[in-house]
């Protein structure tokens, strides 16, 4: 048995909390890099590593190491981004279980008025397909 990939799911999880929260057309989410988002709030989710972990010495792999990058971008004010990056922070760690490894607000070069904050989770995924 091969370890599940849980990247999408935990995608699907902060998107569907997201909706819950702000709506659906409320805000705007992509795995697909964008450098003009469609719209504000809005999060790009971006797998960083997923290798193998806790393997066997018949060398079969019994777990993966997710890794993954959000960016949360918002363009109405400083408080209103720090609510909606805390919103995905306390999504992706309490609901969704992963710990978060970064969280920092980042000057966006090619906009001032839009705010984003970086955040990395990791988890390591045991869940078998």
């Known amino acids: 048995m091969a370890v599940k990939d849980k990247i999408p799911d935990y995608f699907d999880e902060l ?3 997201l909706l819950d929260e702000y ?3 409320g805000v705007s989410y992509s795995r ?6 469609p719209s504000f709030p809005h999060i790009y989710f971006k797998r960083l590593d997923s290798s193998d972990a806790l393997p066997t010495l018949s060398g079969i792999s019994k777990g ?4 993954i990058e959000i960016n949360a971008y ?3 004010g400083i408080a209103k981004a720090e609510d909606f990056a805390m919103f ?3 999504t992706m760690t309490d ?6 490894t970064y969280f920092n607000q980042v000057d966006n070069v090619s906009d001032k008025k839009i705010i984003r904050y970086v955040m990395r989770f990791q988890t ?3 869940e078998t397909e």
């Open 15 to 17: 998107v569907t909390a």
């Open 23 to 25: 709506g659906d057309g």
């Open 32 to 37: 697909n890099y964008n450098d003009s988002p």
């Open 64 to 67: 993966m190491n997710n890794s």
């Open 74 to 76: 918002h363009n109405e």
């Open 88 to 90: 995905v922070r306390r």
């Open 95 to 100: 609901e969704i279980g992963l710990r978060c």
């Open 124 to 126: 390591l995924s045991t």
